[in-house]
């Protein structure tokens, strides 16, 4: 490995460890213009310690490091929060005072313990970022000629008042004092570069492996994995960590639920205890949230990350591929992109029909398939389907397809075919949509990478959800037959779980096994080949790696949460298999990282960023739908209020006369009720813990202290 530590638990030393490398696509060897790219980064205070080439002709990948007098000086920059040894409170780090900052007892820092794996990334990865093609006054360079002699484009475009300015002073077509695009980020769009990654350090993700795979109640290593791969990935494995922790208590309160109903020979459809799982399922989930949050907010604090609304904004880095018209800010008076919010308002509205339009299209394709299972079928509820009073979504010629004898035969291994033709039509979309959902996020142009990640969440999450819920909601409050919808939940709920631990676990496995195949045989080739082998690449085989995406690990564990709380009096028994499942999701997602996938950008933030509000939004509706499980979907409150309910001729559960009001009238009632109690727990629990709120006021008494005496000093002199 390029990144062999000095002792243990210590980074080697910045100036001879390539931190970032840069793999140059084919298009661009051949040509000076990587030597001019290396020269403009060494500008900058970049240094390229090294570099490799797949054979003459082949693609560059070169390895990228940096001075520690340019790293201190980025951290001041960005004003990187740091803990001071002598107060103990955290404050905008200054080289002139690092000595303040030393801690040697961390791991994965440096020897003086003054920045980590992730932060000599991060702030690597800013450099050259913010490295643009000419300085701002910079007529032209040796880089920027060969550039405009292969026509790319990387100036900016001006304001109208700009322009209007400069065509009154006829110096329109003298523009070269303003700041181009980010060089990289140029490239990187014409195709000159193929990836830009920090590199993986072999000892450290071995040791963060072994520590995930073994310590399975202690949770994952969560200071381990924020030191080496940043608060994005850390905050992941503390939220999945805290989530299957938490998860123990509805687990086995399901598993006893289910066993009293075994033992009484109760139906789910009738089983008056349930409701009893389904209400302390809502209140464990609220508490749930409630006390994540506060962690959430302690980790934040912890690692320099809790900043206001404000501070984000400048904070968090500007997305390169931001673009608008260059004008003088209003509040510096210095240039600075802008792009209006109200077009961006218009692409929402555009991105919202789109979007619409394919749930359509998704609504109708379950509608067909419920239909091809049988689901759908008037026959099923004479009383309520009748000549006068048709059923609107059955489609005669597909639900004839699983009656006794034909092609879906309900009563034969056949009947799962439209299950699987519906669970495929379902990844079709999906993965559809993916690729018109992150066109339409680039289309909306979002200023910071946060902003942009957290619309494109959005997006992916109400179309993803939609396809995994609509058949489960229309089943219980549409049908509102709950065994048909126990049926469904359950089939759909134990396939995914086994789908995705086999997709994240076996096949990332055995992919491994092949590789690792795959390069011993051809080691022994060349042993016993004459001719000269070709010399080992360190940085080549890493931009070889699959490159990690997180949504589908968040994706995956939000649905299944949403199965776990929307319908839980339909299916305790979820909630225990949820926390076996998040033991092994765990460890499937820290092997991806540790062996299948190139080591992720680092990228700041303060939480779990928009999935928290997803969740609490899980929350708020799992209120009603348990609720109108157990009143309307069920006969559990039959055993309670048998006076408000009676069986028909084909036991199907009915509202005595005028009585269906009054039970609409207390279940809405008593979901407000349990509203009302999320609200007050949500009022009584502050989301800052009382040791991170004694830090903060701790911190604020030190700045009045440390401003008072430079103050008593400006007097004396």
Same mark, same amino acid.
């Given at each position: 490995?390029?990144?062999p530590?000095?002792?243990?638990?210590k980074?080697?030393?910045l100036?001879?460890?390539?931190?970032?490398?840069v793999?140059?696509?084919a298009?661009a060897?051949g040509?000076d213009?990587?030597d001019?790219?290396?020269?403009?980064?060494?500008?900058?205070g970049?240094?390229i310690i090294?570099?490799e080439?797949?054979?003459v002709?082949?693609?560059?990948v070169i390895?990228?490091?940096t001075t520690?007098a340019?790293?201190?000086?980025?951290?001041?920059?960005i004003?990187l929060l740091?803990k001071?040894?002598?107060?103990?409170?955290m404050?905008?780090?200054?080289?002139?005072f690092?000595?303040?900052?030393?801690?040697?007892?961390?791991?994965?820092y440096?020897?003086?313990?003054?920045?980590?794996?992730?932060?000599?990334?991060?702030?690597?990865?800013?450099?050259?970022?913010?490295?643009?093609v000419?300085?701002?006054?910079?007529?032209?360079?040796n880089l920027?000629?060969?550039?405009d002699?292969l026509?790319?484009?990387?100036?900016?475009?001006?304001s109208?008042?700009?322009?209007?300015?400069?065509s009154?002073?006829?110096?329109?077509?003298?523009?070269k004092e303003?700041?181009? =695009?980010?060089?990289t980020?140029?490239l990187?769009?014409?195709?000159?570069?193929?990836v830009?990654?920090?590199?993986?350090?072999?000892s450290?993700?071995?040791?963060i492996?072994?520590?995930?795979?073994w310590?399975?109640?202690?949770?994952p290593?969560?200071?381990?994995?924020?030191?080496?791969?940043?608060e994005?990935?850390?905050?992941?494995?503390a939220?999945?960590g805290?989530?299957?922790?938490?998860?123990?208590?509805p687990?086995?309160l399901?598993?006893?639920?289910?066993?009293?109903r075994w033992?009484?020979?109760?139906?789910?459809?009738?089983?008056?205890?349930?409701?009893?799982?389904?209400?302390?399922?809502?209140?464990?989930s609220?508490?749930?949230?409630?006390?994540?949050k506060?962690?959430?907010v302690?980790?934040s604090?912890?690692?320099?990350?809790l900043?206001g609304e404000?501070e984000?904004?400048?904070y968090f880095?500007?997305r390169?591929?931001?673009?608008?018209r260059?004008?003088?800010?209003?509040?510096?008076?210095?240039?600075?992109?802008?792009?209006p919010?109200?077009?961006?308002?218009?692409?929402?509205a555009?991105s919202?029909?789109?979007?619409i339009?394919?749930l359509y299209i998704?609504?109708?394709t379950?509608?067909?398939?419920?239909n091809?299972?049988?689901?759908?079928?008037?026959?099923?509820?004479?009383?309520?389907?009748t000549?006068?009073?048709?059923?609107p979504?059955?489609?005669p010629e597909?639900?004839?397809?699983a009656?006794?004898?034909?092609?879906?035969?309900i009563?034969?291994?056949r009947s799962?075919?439209?299950?699987?033709?519906h669970?495929?039509?379902?990844?079709?979309?999906?993965?559809l949509?993916r690729?018109?959902?992150?066109?339409?996020?680039?289309?909306e142009?979002?200023?910071t990478?946060?902003?942009?990640?957290?619309?494109l969440?959005?997006?992916?999450f109400m179309?993803e959800?939609?396809?995994?819920?609509?058949?489960?909601?229309?089943?219980a409050f549409?049908?509102?037959?709950?065994?048909?919808?126990?049926?469904e939940l359950?089939?759909?709920?134990?396939?995914?779980?086994?789908r995705r631990?086999?997709?994240?676990?076996?096949?990332?496995?055995?992919?491994?096994?092949?590789?690792?195949?795959?390069?011993?045989?051809?080691?022994e080739?060349?042993?016993?080949?004459?001719?000269?082998s070709?010399?080992h690449l360190?940085?080549s085989?890493q931009?070889?790696?699959?490159?990690y995406?997180?949504?589908?690990?968040?994706?995956?564990i939000?649905?299944?949460?949403g199965?776990?709380?929307?319908?839980?009096s339909?299916?305790?028994l979820?909630s225990?298999?949820?926390?076996?499942?998040?033991?092994?999701?765990?460890?499937?997602d820290m092997?991806k990282?540790?062996?299948?996938?190139r080591k992720?950008?680092?990228?700041?933030c303060d939480?779990?960023?928009?999935w928290?509000?997803l969740?609490?939004?899980i929350v708020?509706?799992s209120a009603?739908?348990?609720c109108?499980?157990?009143?309307?979907t069920?006969? =559990?409150?039959?055993?309670?209020w048998?006076?408000?309910?009676t069986?028909?001729?084909?036991?199907h559960l009915?509202?005595?006369?005028?009585?269906?009001w009054?039970?609409i009238?207390?279940?809405?009632?008593?979901?407000h009720i349990?509203?009302?109690?999320?609200?007050?727990?949500?009022?009584?629990?502050p989301?800052?813990p009382?040791d991170?709120?004694?830090e903060?006021e701790?911190k604020?008494?030190?700045?009045?202290?440390?401003?008072?005496?430079?103050?008593? =000093?400006?007097?004396r002199?």
């Amino acid at each position: 490995s390029y990144l062999p530590l000095m002792e243990e638990g210590k980074l080697s030393t910045l100036e001879t460890t390539p931190i970032i490398f840069v793999k140059f696509s084919a298009k661009a060897t051949g040509d000076d213009l990587i030597d001019l790219v290396n020269s403009r980064l060494g500008e900058k205070g970049l240094v390229i310690i090294s570099r490799e080439q797949e054979g003459v002709g082949g693609r560059v990948v070169i390895g990228i490091t940096t001075t520690t007098a340019r790293l201190e000086y980025e951290a001041k920059v960005i004003r990187l929060l740091k803990k001071r040894k002598d107060t103990s409170v955290m404050e905008a780090f200054d080289p002139e005072f690092k000595e303040m900052y030393h801690d040697r007892s961390k791991s994965f820092y440096d020897l003086d313990g003054l920045f980590s794996e992730n932060e000599r990334c991060l702030l690597i990865l800013r450099i050259l970022e913010d490295t643009k093609v000419l300085d701002v006054g910079e007529i032209s360079s040796n880089l920027s000629r060969k550039m405009d002699l292969l026509k790319i484009n990387y100036r900016r475009k001006l304001s109208w008042k700009l322009r209007r300015y400069h065509s009154r002073n006829d110096d329109i077509n003298n523009l070269k004092e303003y700041p181009t =695009q980010s060089l990289t980020f140029v490239l990187e769009r014409e195709g000159y570069i193929e990836v830009i990654a920090p590199l993986h350090h072999t000892s450290m993700r071995k040791r963060i492996w072994k520590e995930t795979l073994w310590h399975i109640f202690r949770g994952p290593p969560v200071e381990l994995i924020h030191n080496y791969y940043g608060e994005e990935i850390s905050f992941y494995f503390a939220w999945m960590g805290f989530l299957t922790q938490w998860s123990c208590f509805p687990g086995i309160l399901g598993l006893a639920t289910y066993i009293l109903r075994w033992y009484r020979q109760d139906s789910i459809m009738m089983d008056e205890y349930t409701p009893f799982y389904g209400l302390i399922t809502f209140l464990w989930s609220v508490f749930f949230l409630k006390y994540w949050k506060r962690h959430e907010v302690r980790l934040s604090y912890h690692w320099g990350v809790l900043l206001g609304e404000y501070e984000k904004q400048k904070y968090f880095k500007v997305r390169p591929e931001f673009h608008g018209r260059l004008r003088k800010s209003p509040v510096t008076g210095n240039l600075e992109v802008h792009y209006p919010y109200f077009r961006r308002l218009l692409k929402y509205a555009g991105s919202a029909l789109i979007t619409i339009a394919m749930l359509y299209i998704a609504f109708w394709t379950m509608i067909s398939s419920l239909n091809m299972q049988g689901y759908i079928n008037p026959k099923h509820d004479p009383s309520r389907w009748t000549d006068e009073n048709s059923h609107p979504f059955h489609w005669p010629e597909l639900s004839r397809l699983a009656e006794p004898g034909n092609i879906f035969d309900i009563n034969t291994m056949r009947s799962l075919l439209p299950s699987i033709l519906h669970g495929a039509t379902i990844f079709a979309f999906n993965t559809l949509y993916r690729i018109v959902a992150t066109y339409l996020t680039k289309w909306e142009n979002h200023e910071t990478q946060l902003s942009f990640s957290n619309s494109l969440i959005l997006k992916r999450f109400m179309f993803e959800a939609f396809d995994c819920y609509i058949a489960l909601f229309y089943l219980a409050f549409y049908e509102r037959d709950i065994s048909k919808l126990r049926s469904e939940l359950v089939s759909v709920f134990n396939i995914d779980t086994v789908r995705r631990l086999t997709l994240e676990c076996l096949v990332p496995l055995i992919i491994q096994r092949l590789n690792r195949k795959r390069k011993t045989e051809n080691n022994e080739k060349k042993k016993n080949d004459n001719s000269i082998s070709k010399p080992h690449l360190p940085l080549s085989d890493q931009a070889e790696l699959d490159e990690y995406e997180q949504f589908d690990d968040y994706m995956e564990i939000i649905i299944q949460f949403g199965y776990v709380t929307l319908f839980a009096s339909a299916y305790p028994l979820a909630s225990l298999i949820m926390v076996f499942a998040n033991l092994i999701e765990i460890r499937c997602d820290m092997f991806k990282l540790t062996f299948i996938c190139r080591k992720p950008r680092p990228l700041r933030c303060d939480g779990i960023a928009v999935w928290g509000s997803l969740l609490t939004g899980i929350v708020i509706l799992s209120a009603l739908t348990n609720c109108l499980i157990f009143g309307f979907t069920s006969g =559990q409150l039959m055993e309670w209020w048998p006076h408000f309910y009676t069986l028909d001729d084909s036991d199907h559960l009915r509202f005595n006369d005028n009585k269906g009001w009054l039970m609409i009238f207390i279940l809405v009632g008593f979901e407000h009720i349990l509203l009302c109690m999320k609200l007050l727990i949500y009022a009584i629990i502050p989301d800052v813990p009382e040791d991170v709120m004694d830090e903060l006021e701790r911190k604020h008494f030190v700045q009045e202290e440390e401003s008072r005496k430079f103050e008593k =000093q400006k007097k004396r002199m």
